[in-house]
């Protein structure tokens, strides 16, 4: 009988945590989960999808009301983009939806005060993953913010990151930095 039950915990333990492991930051999508993430943005029209549970999941510090930033998996993307065209009543394309499928790279967008950031170069954006210190292959403007803060995107390479891991994320600009932690695997 305690073999069975025993038998009967670890089964349940493998069927229920199967889907826990789906929710990670992933590489690939399925075509069911870029619908989903589609149709979520869309029920998520414009700013509220940062306030929705799988994109909020995403952000660190006080993103998108102040310092901080958001990591831009694909489905995370997908979500956000779908979400802002909503408001004008679009939906993404198949060749938008593409573009973002066959992508090798992901934005990590940041938020910063915009006195000293003349160039995308006056602000660092790097990830750590225990001693591995990750680069963003380039960096760009994002959207300039009406409160004085410029937003930053930090391009990484997905085979570079452990999308499972703890993260921590630093910020420097001029003199200063901050630094906010991100567990990877609570990212859609």
Do not use: H
């Not at 069927?15 to 870029?34: D, K, N, W, Y």
């Not at 593409?98 to 003349?118: A, R």
């Not at 009406?146 to 600009?173: E, H, L, S």
């Amino acid at each position: 009988m305690k073999c069975i039950l025993w038998c009967f915990g670890i089964a349940c333990v493998a069927i229920l945590g199967i889907p826990m492991l789906s929710e990670a930051f992933e590489v690939r999508l399925t075509q069911e989960q870029i619908k989903e993430a589609n149709e979520y943005g869309a029920k998520y029209k414009g700013k509220d999808v940062f306030e929705s549970t799988i994109v909020k999941s995403a952000c660190f510090g006080e993103y998108p009301r102040g310092d901080g930033g958001l990591i831009m998996s694909k489905y995370i993307r997908i979500a956000v983009v779908s979400a802002m065209m909503a408001i004008k009543d679009k939906t993404l394309t198949p060749e938008d939806i593409k573009d973002i499928d066959e992508s090798t790279t992901f934005n990590v967008v940041v938020s910063v005060p915009d006195e000293n950031v003349k160039t995308p170069e006056d602000v660092q954006i790097i990830l750590k993953q225990g001693t591995n210190n990750i680069l963003p292959q380039k960096t760009e403007f994002g959207m300039k913010y009406k409160d004085n803060r410029q937003g930053v995107v930090g391009v990484f390479n997905y085979g570079r990151v452990n999308p499972d891991a703890n993260t921590t994320i630093v910020v420097k600009t001029g003199k200063d930095q901050k630094i906010y932690t991100i567990d990877f695997s609570d990212v859609k």
